[in-house]
């Protein structure tokens, strides 16, 4: 029969309002947290990461908080466009062996309402 | 062109059947992963390779095995389906020295449907 997945959190915005997104992670260890977009029909994209050593850094419309005591993770979108509607995913860089592997979040629907 | 492609883009099997999805890259990378996305549960991670020589398993390798060709192909084989493993796959690369110590370039995807 049909599958039925689970309900992806979406995010309504109206255009040109500024977009929060919430991410809880759970690995103290990780070395970097990321943020990824995914379109529909496309695959994920970067968007902007952040060291662990830090809680804030700034991209071009985007702003990433990291709060470590609390675990938590937010992308912060100003000026929000249609162009910004997308699934978001966070994800956590670990170091292994002779590389790094990331694990994601379940991710986050953004609809900006025109 | 694309950078990372992948083939099929879609493909219906039966249970039992052996699936191979492959993945291309021009990037030049030499780290390359293969995820399943599953609707509300994001992105895991079945297998990752380092280089040509490394083959690592990832949370979800059950059922799943890597074939690494080269550094430009890596390919994900479903040995005998189940419908269980009905989901879309995708392939991404990244570069260590490149800008973005964590940028990972993915696919377009292959959604696999196992009836």
């Known amino acids: 029969g049909e599958s039925v997945g689970l309900h992806l959190p979406t995010l309504s915005v109206q255009e040109g309002d500024n977009s929060i997104i919430n991410c809880a992670y759970s690995n103290s260890a990780s070395d970097y947290f990321i943020w990824y977009k995914q379109e529909s029909g496309k695959g994920p994209q970067f968007i902007i990461d952040?060291?662990?050593?830090?809680d804030k850094r700034q991209g071009q419309r985007v702003t990433v908080l990291l709060n470590k005591t609390v675990k938590h993770l937010s992308l912060q979108i100003a000026a929000t466009q249609p162009g910004d509607s997308a699934v978001y995913f966070c994800?956590?860089?670990?170091?292994?062996?002779?590389?790094?592997?990331?694990?994601f979040g379940t991710g986050t629907q953004l609809k900006v309402e025109l | 062109d694309a950078d990372v492609t992948q083939t099929p883009r879609n493909r219906i099997t039966k249970t039992g059947k052996r699936i191979m999805l492959e993945c291309s890259q021009t990037k030049g990378h030499d780290r390359m992963y293969w995820y399943r996305q599953d609707p509300g549960l994001g992105l895991r991670l079945i297998y990752y390779s380092f280089d040509v020589k490394d083959i690592n398993k990832g949370e979800i390798s059950d059922g799943y095995s890597v074939s690494r060709q080269a550094q430009a192909k890596f390919s994900l084989s479903l040995e005998s389906a189940i419908p269980n493993q009905t989901a879309l796959y995708f392939c991404?690369?990244?570069?260590?020295?490149?800008?973005?110590?964590?940028?990972?370039?993915f696919g377009p995807g292959t959604r696999l449907t196992v009836l």
């Open positions: 994800a956590e860089n670990m170091v292994t062996g002779g590389g790094n592997k990331l694990t």
């Open positions: 952040i060291r662990s050593n830090m």
């Open positions: 991404a690369t990244s570069d260590p020295a490149g800008t973005a110590y964590n940028e990972q370039f």
